[in-house]
């Protein structure tokens, strides 16, 4: 079941939508200011994102690019006026679509299928941890949303630990797979490699702590 996130502070608009998509077998979350739209963002995983632009606390498009510092969930803007300028600058700014209110119900639903339909056929090709997005069909990875350079065996390396977040992987588990040999005892191949992607994560987003090494075991994911 895909969730909805509303954010929306017309109380009577959000109630519509909450209705229509409840109806439609979508799990939903009302928001009705922009911080409080945040919080829940960032308390809870979203397929999409319904936004309104008009919010008090915190502005539409500072919601929409907050979000997309952290997160590439499709954004549907929900506008009052056919703006052109307005909605390209929100479409530059990484909206995916939007609708004009007062809008029409099966519209709505359309185009929210389209962008849920297209969201699942990429995340077969994309793994994400915290503000990691790492493409795998492309081999790029990116980091609060800026791209970071990574050795084919680092990219690996990410990959692998990746996949499985919460699992510790052993120096012979990532040996072996990454580099597909059998793991010889040389722990400063592992090392090297570990610390060069430690750097680099950590250029891109110094506050941030993405690997965990846990002694006399090897590694997971710090999440």
């Given amino acids: 079941m895909n969730k909805i996130l509303i954010i929306e502070d017309d ?19 009302q928001a009705y200011s922009g911080t409080e739209g ?39 803007i929900l506008t009052a006026v056919a703006d052109k300028e307005k909605t390209v600058a929100l479409l530059k700014l990484g909206a995916n679509d939007y609708v004009v209110k007062p809008f029409n119900n099966d519209e709505l639903l359309a185009r929210m299928d389209i962008w849920l339909r297209q969201n699942n056929a990429e995340s077969a090709f994309e793994l994400i941890f915290r503000d990691i997005v790492l493409d795998v069909e492309k081999i790029k990875i990116y980091v609060t949303g800026k791209e970071v350079q990574l050795s084919k065996r680092e990219f690996k390396l990410l990959e692998c630990m990746m996949r499985n ?7 012979n588990n990532l040996y072996e797979t990454v580099w597909q040999e059998h793991f ?11 610390s060069n992607l430690r750097k680099k994560l950590a250029v891109a987003n110094p506050n941030e702590n ?13 999440g």
């Fill in 38 to 76: 945040l919080m829940c963002f960032g308390a809870e995983e979203f397929d999409l994102v319904l936004l309104d632009l008009m919010l008090p606390g915190v502005a539409g498009d500072v919601v929409l690019a907050t979000i997309r510092e952290k997160s590439q969930t499709p954004v549907i």
């Fill in 184 to 194: 010889m005892g040389d722990d400063n191949t592992i090392n090297v490699h570990m």
């Fill in 210 to 222: 993405y690997i965990q090494t846990v002694w006399g075991i090897g590694f997971k994911m710090d």
């Fill in 11 to 29: 109380t009577h608009i959000n109630s519509l939508l909450y209705d229509l998509l409840t109806t439609h077998g979508y799990q939903v979350v």
């Fill in 165 to 171: 977040p919460k699992k510790v992987f052993t120096k």
